[in-house]
């Protein structure tokens, strides 16, 4: 059964600062990662997609990597702004199974001005 | 984008009583759509896997009869929470996979629905 875990749980930056997200995930049979934002009280908006086959995407201030074998993945979020605040998802589609996503508990990222 | 909607965005609604949550792909065809329950500060959790035309399958520990899934058409899946009670209170997700060759099976989710439970 996949297991994905997300360090931090919670991170406070100052605006302005580099920062990495972390997913880890024990079963290296994959379909793809993704990784959502949530807002309080919304949905999730994806904001990178890595299939199994790739090992980064990027999107404006976002990068995103995966290491496979590792069982690893970081979000990097360039020159954060306090509109960056918001809890980040990290999610594995099963390569078994792929379509059902099994999600990280998720690092609540704080950005203050 | 892909934009998935839900109906209602809340309802509150007394202990004994069915709900009906509306999931719809607005400008792609979606064959499978996923429902997910949200407890407050923690991680989506996987309900069921929506087929259309066929039934859904349910993650184990999910009761089939309380939580009904009707995906009818390749736009438009329901879940039915019937003889609601306080604990079914829950912020409920809907998300659809895009189903055309070049979707490459990204999920998009809806905005959510808060259900109450008085």
């Known amino acids: 059964k996949q297991e994905v875990t997300q360090i931090p749980a919670a991170l406070s930056v100052p605006e302005g600062e580099n920062l990495v997200l972390n997913c880890s995930f024990t079963?290296?049979?994959?379909?793809?990662l993704q990784w959502f934002r949530q807002d309080p009280g919304k949905g999730l908006t994806s904001l990178l997609l890595?299939?199994?086959?790739?090992r980064e995407q990027t999107s404006g201030r976002l990068n995103a990597s995966l290491d496979k074998s590792s069982g690893r993945s970081t979000l990097y979020i360039a020159a954060s702004q306090p509109g960056d605040s918001a809890t980040y998802l990290c999610?594995?589609?099963?390569?078994?199974?792929?379509?059902?996503?099994?999600f990280g508990q998720g690092t609540i990222l704080t950005v203050h001005p | 984008g892909a934009v998935v909607s839900q109906h209602p965005s809340w309802v509150i609604c007394k202990s004994g009583t069915s709900v009906k949550i509306e999931c719809r792909s607005l400008d792609f065809q979606a064959t499978t759509m996923f429902w997910y329950r949200q407890f407050p500060k923690q991680s989506l959790m996987l309900m069921a896997t929506?087929?259309?035309?066929?039934?859904?399958?349910?993650e184990q520990g999910v009761e089939k009869d309380k939580f009904l899934i009707n995906h009818a058409s390749l736009t438009l899946s329901t879940l039915t929470v019937t003889s609601a009670h306080p604990e079914d209170s829950s912020f409920y997700i809907c998300s659809a996979r895009d189903s055309s060759l070049f979707g490459g099976y990204e999920q998009y989710f809806g905005p959510g629905t808060r259900l109450t439970v008085t």
């Open positions: 929506s087929n259309e035309g066929s039934k859904a399958t349910y």
């Open positions: 890595i299939q199994s086959s790739q």
């Open positions: 079963d290296s049979a994959i379909y793809n």
């Open positions: 999610a594995i589609a099963g390569g078994t199974s792929y379509g059902k996503l099994t």
